[in-house]
């Protein structure tokens, strides 16, 4: 049987524990409702983005003889070397969301390599940096406090590279993987393959009833720069809505660890109230021996 100064012990680390998980998830719920309004202000914004870009992408593509000539909407057949940016989060206690995104890119390099393209790895996230690291996986860029505090600026800088090399032709794709927020219970993994853009979206019909004004000799021009605002806040919106699944997965993780806490200070309870009962037992047999022994 235990000792009970050791059960004892036990039971005040376990609730200390249970106290602090049970503040943490109190802190992800409150940080939640904030990332997840700004999540879906986002959303519209960047639904509105794709939603032009495929308006002058598509009428290019049907009327211009030829179709799209423009680099960023033709799709390589052979690629040599993508470009692969995943966003994971600079803290853990978060469940499985950052390995999640880990074994998402891990499979795309193993694709990758065996059709023998080159991959460059950009990494966002201190724990998604620290394991490819550890594994001795070659990044070829990175960047911490990022994802856990969302800065455009900070994200255009970071992306705008990726950009001008597969105009340039230096890459020949460019991918997003991070794992966003899809309610306050699940999170959802995006494998978002931001360039080339898919044409196969685009639809004839739609553009031909499309109220969307513009001169046809600025169409490239304004598609060219349109291209590189769509990537910057596809990258941008990954950052927010990875940030709004963290404390989601956070939020989740804690309680679970709060429940489990609670758990193990009732059993652990229910063991020391045993224990006391074999010590006052054992006293009490001690006792009536004593006396025994003396008559």
Do not use: W
């Not at 989740?252 to 020391?272: G, H, I, P």
Request: charged share 30%; glycine share 4%; proline share 1%.
């Amino acid at each position: 049987m235990a000792n009970l100064k050791d059960i004892q012990r036990q039971i005040k680390s376990v609730s200390n524990t249970q106290k602090t998980t049970r503040a943490m998830k109190l802190v992800s719920t409150a940080k939640l409702r904030r990332a997840e309004e700004l999540a879906k202000r986002s959303r519209l914004y960047s639904e509105k983005m794709n939603q032009v870009i495929a308006e002058i992408a598509g009428r290019i593509k049907c009327n211009k003889v030829g179709g799209i000539d423009n680099r960023c909407f033709i799709e390589i057949e052979n690629p040599k070397m993508v470009d692969i940016v995943f966003v994971t989060a600079d803290k853990g206690l978060c469940g499985g969301f950052n390995i999640q995104t880990i074994k998402a890119v891990k499979k795309l390099i193993t694709e990758y390599k065996e059709q023998n393209v080159k991959v460059r790895l950009r990494g966002i996230g201190k724990k998604g940096i620290e394991f490819f690291k550890y594994n001795e996986i070659e990044l070829f860029d990175e960047v911490l406090g990022l994802s856990s505090k969302p800065d455009k600026k900070r994200a255009d800088e970071f992306i705008t590279a990726s950009i001008e090399d597969y105009k340039d032709g230096k890459i020949d794709g460019l991918y997003i993987v991070y794992n966003g927020y899809k309610n306050m219970i699940t999170q959802e993994l995006h494998v978002n393959k931001v360039l080339p853009v898919d044409t196969e979206q685009f639809d004839c019909n739609e553009t031909a009833t499309s109220l969307l004004e513009v001169e046809a000799q600025d169409e490239e021009k304004m598609l060219d720069s349109l291209v590189s605002k769509y990537v910057e806040y596809n990258m941008y919106y990954s950052l927010i809505d990875s940030v709004a699944a963290e404390h989601s997965a956070r939020m989740q993780a804690m309680d679970t660890a709060t429940n489990n806490a609670k758990e193990m200070v009732k059993s652990l309870n229910v063991q020391f109230n045993k224990a006391r009962q074999a010590a006052i037992t054992t006293e009490l047999i001690e006792i009536i021996s004593g006396v025994e022994s003396m008559k």
